[in-house]
């Protein structure tokens, strides 16, 4: 699985404009009364743009809010703030339910558990059979020749189309769903924690030919995973996420090459080796936070190079170099490269 083999386009597949997401509903008394609280963010200031063939890791530990913003993106938890536009410049409903059938067919998302993705009582015939009927009118042999198609992109064969999804593994399942969402030849494939339900040599498999289709279509991803290898391997550009807050962005060679957030040390620090001489760094305290604290860098109260009263009193600047790696920290001495050509890093507030 070779990231650089794939072809990127400059124009922009998707476009985050300044994402705040929360979870928070208003209580019945609150509506009742009409207090119009704002609601506490659980995902800010997320601005980001993913190119055209291009594959976008998101990491953090759980609770950062990587699978959040992938159920906005699909329409399925509605932002409290920001746009998101595809291709650049078609602004996305916040509802799935609004969207045109158009905007349906771009945006496809796999999800983590292929048992509670797929209809029990469907065969895999009648489940890959929706998106060729909804998006392209399909219908008769045309609709049986293009899913057995797919079936056998997919490793698995015409012989499946029959069968019901609990009469397959959990892999042959997770390549079902991946069949199903790149039937509809979207622009952008969403993937959340896909292989983590499966055994590694499965994992292997499906996405090894989870890169092969996005290629071959030149599809951009992203992509969401706890398996730090699996992003690195997959991903052109890698996301770091702390309590839904942008830490760092950057290509993958830069943010898993030089570190230069303290998170993302803290991350890489903590990832198993297979030798037996081998001890992770746990650089930071391990505990779990509920919420970012309410000022200040959301990282600051388990960040091992903390600076005091700045850390906890201002949001961390965003700091761009050259080649287009940002960090949003207030340390001067995390730089992961010398500027290029002379020129001076730019530091921006968010």
Not at 4 to 26: H, N, T
Not at 246 to 269: F, M, N, Q, R, W
Request: glycine share 8%; with cysteine.
């Amino acid at each position: 699985m070779t990231a650089g083999l794939r072809q990127v386009s400059d124009a922009p597949a998707l476009d985050l404009q300044d994402m705040a997401i929360s979870y928070v509903v208003p209580s019945v008394i609150d509506r009742f009364l009409g207090r119009n609280t704002p609601p506490v963010a659980t995902v800010e200031a997320i601005t980001l743009t993913l190119r055209q063939g291009e594959t976008l890791g998101l990491v953090g530990e759980s609770g950062s809010g990587k699978s959040t913003i992938l159920k906005s993106i699909a329409g399925l938890l509605a932002p409290i703030a920001g746009r998101v536009l595809l291709n650049g410049q078609d602004d996305l409903p916040p509802r799935v339910e609004t969207r045109s059938g158009q905007q349906l067919r771009q945006v496809q998302l796999i999800f983590q558990n292929p048992d509670e993705s797929l209809n029990p009582r469907q065969t895999i015939a009648q489940i890959l059979a929706q998106p060729l009927k909804l998006y392209f009118g399909l219908s008769g042999q045309e609709l049986l020749d293009r899913s057995a198609q797919l079936l056998e992109q997919v490793r698995l064969g015409a012989h499946y189309l029959d069968r019901l999804p609990s009469q397959l593994s959990g892999g042959e399942k997770q390549r079902v769903a991946v069949a199903r969402a790149f039937a509809a030849q979207p622009a952008l494939v969403l993937c959340d924690e896909i292989t983590s339900a499966l055994d590694v040599s499965v994992q292997a498999a499906v996405l090894a030919l989870l890169d092969d289709l996005r290629r071959a279509s030149a599809t951009s991803c992203i992509f969401v995973s706890h398996d730090l290898a699996v992003v690195k391997a997959l991903s052109d550009r890698v996301a770091v996420l702390y309590q839904g807050r942008l830490c760092e962005i950057g290509k993958t060679s830069d943010v898993y090459g030089a570190v230069s957030h303290p998170y993302t040390e803290v991350l890489l620090g903590a990832v198993l080796e297979p030798d037996p001489d081998f001890t992770p760094t746990l650089s930071a305290g391990d505990v779990v936070e509920l919420s970012p604290p309410a000022q200040g860098c959301p990282f600051q109260r388990r960040c091992p190079k903390r600076l005091g009263p700045v850390c906890e009193n201002l949001a961390p600047p965003r700091k761009t170099f050259s080649d287009g790696h940002s960090i949003w920290c207030h340390r001067d001495d995390l730089a992961p490269h010398a500027p290029v050509d002379g020129r001076a890093v730019t530091t921006e507030g968010v």
